[in-house]
């Protein structure tokens, strides 16, 4: 049994072809250019105060970036738990002694995560070790405390009749 096809038939078949064919491509690029197959591994570190951190934002390490932040959790204490997503190539590179620094770019905007690796070699971390963390008082956290309402409580005066 041959089955013949018209030239828009066969023009309609080839379109989807290519149609599916760029839909592969696009999601093949989308995923390297995303990283969604490189291993990862996850460390752990507690702050006090979770403003400005924000779910894939960038863990650097030397200032290239080596991973994402994941997910936070509160904990009992009201602490955040940050989980830190690094790719699994620059795992082995977090040692004991590496310390989890937030910071803000030029003291604006979402908080970034420095690894501050030592520079003596020591012990790789397990997947999964809890790092300290260093939380230094930036412009917009100091700015934040500050209470205005005390200072400009104007005694409250009834209009005259």
């Known amino acids: 049994m041959k089955i013949y096809l018209s030239h828009r038939e066969r023009a309609a ?8 064919l760029f839909v592969i491509v696009f999601l093949a690029g989308t995923a390297i250019q995303n990283r ?4 990862r591994v996850s460390f752990h570190t507690h702050v006090l105060r979770g403003e400005g951190l ?7 390490l030397s200032g290239i970036e080596v991973g994402e932040i994941g997910d936070l959790v509160i904990l009992d204490d009201n602490r955040i738990d940050v989980e830190l997503v690094v790719l699994e190539k620059h795992a082995h590179r977090v040692r004991r002694g590496t310390k989890a620094t937030l910071r803000r770019l030029l003291g604006i905007g979402e908080k970034r995560i420095h690894l501050e690796v030592p520079t003596d070699e020591g012990e790789t971390l397990p997947p999964g070790a809890l790092l300290p963390a260093d939380e230094p008082v930036d412009l917009l956290d100091a700015v934040s405390t500050i209470d205005l309402g005390e200072g400009f409580d104007m005694p409250r005066q009834d209009p005259p009749n």
């Open 13 to 20: 078949g080839i379109f989807m072809l290519l149609a599916v």
């Open 36 to 39: 969604w197959f490189v291993p």
């Open 54 to 60: 924000r779910t894939g934002s960038p863990i650097l």
